[in-house]
């Protein structure tokens, strides 16, 4: 089973300032899966990236995923209250069941 | 969210008694899948099914049992429900080509 590595594990920012996560592992990812979960709710798919190099951009947040698809970030821009959440990646591959990583929760203070 | 329901949404058991948590997906997807959330842990796989009455165990599968006798309801049974098993149970569905979908989970504590 793939491990995930992810951090940092805990952070807490100011509204309006930037932040990067990270998803790292010891193996090549098929492909990889961002997720945020919100108190008292299942996670929501952010983005899905699958080749090495790719950067996704929605709205404020940037993913990338590392040229030799072992790491992957994502980046928030001008951070704010909504973004509070836990962040969590998972590893696709096929249909077998995806493996996540313990997650990043985030802390935006306004 | 209409397409995946789980319930009870909360429930407190004692020791020692079997307990089984539903979910229910009007979606017709093929894959269910029930993790259970921790903190410090993460989430982890506990039994996923494949097909009506084609299940597999995950990572965390001891004390728990699962049934699919249809498409849309997965069931997760404690058959003794221990303190260690206290925790946030999330099912989730999907296609082949799909991602995960959750539910908004239930929230099981032993005591």
């Known amino acids: 089973t793939q491990l995930l590595e992810q951090s940092p594990q805990f952070l807490s920012i100011q509204e309006g300032e930037n932040l990067t996560v990270y998803c790292n592992s010891s193996?090549?990812?098929?492909?990889l899966q961002w997720y945020r979960q919100e108190p008292g709710e299942g996670p929501v798919l952010l983005v899905t990236?699958?080749?090495?190099?790719e950067v996704k951009k929605l709205k404020r947040l940037t993913f990338q995923f590392g040229d030799a698809r072992k790491d992957s970030s994502l980046h928030i821009t001008a951070a704010q209250p909504g973004d509070t959440g836990l962040y969590l990646c998972?590893?696709?591959?096929?249909?077998?069941?995806?493996?996540f990583g313990k997650g990043t929760r985030l802390s935006v203070i306004a | 969210d209409a397409g995946i329901t789980q319930s009870p949404r909360h429930k407190v058991t004692e020791t020692g008694t079997p307990v089984t948590l539903r979910c229910h997906q009007t979606e017709n997807h093929r894959y269910m899948y029930w993790y259970r959330q921790d903190p410090g842990h993460g989430l982890r796989l506990i039994h996923y099914?494949?097909?009506?009455?084609?299940?597999d165990k995950g990572e965390v599968s001891d004390g728990y049992s699962v049934s699919r006798s249809k498409t849309e309801d997965f069931l997760l049974t404690l058959e003794s429900a221990t303190s260690s098993q206290t925790s946030v149970y999330f099912c989730a569905i999907r296609t082949d080509r799909s991602p995960l979908h959750f539910g908004n989970g239930t929230r099981l504590t032993v005591t």
């Open positions: 193996s090549v990812f098929s492909s």
């Open positions: 998972a590893e696709n591959s096929g249909n077998t069941p995806l493996v």
């Open positions: 099914s494949y097909g009506v009455k084609d299940t």
């Open positions: 990236v699958v080749t090495g190099g």
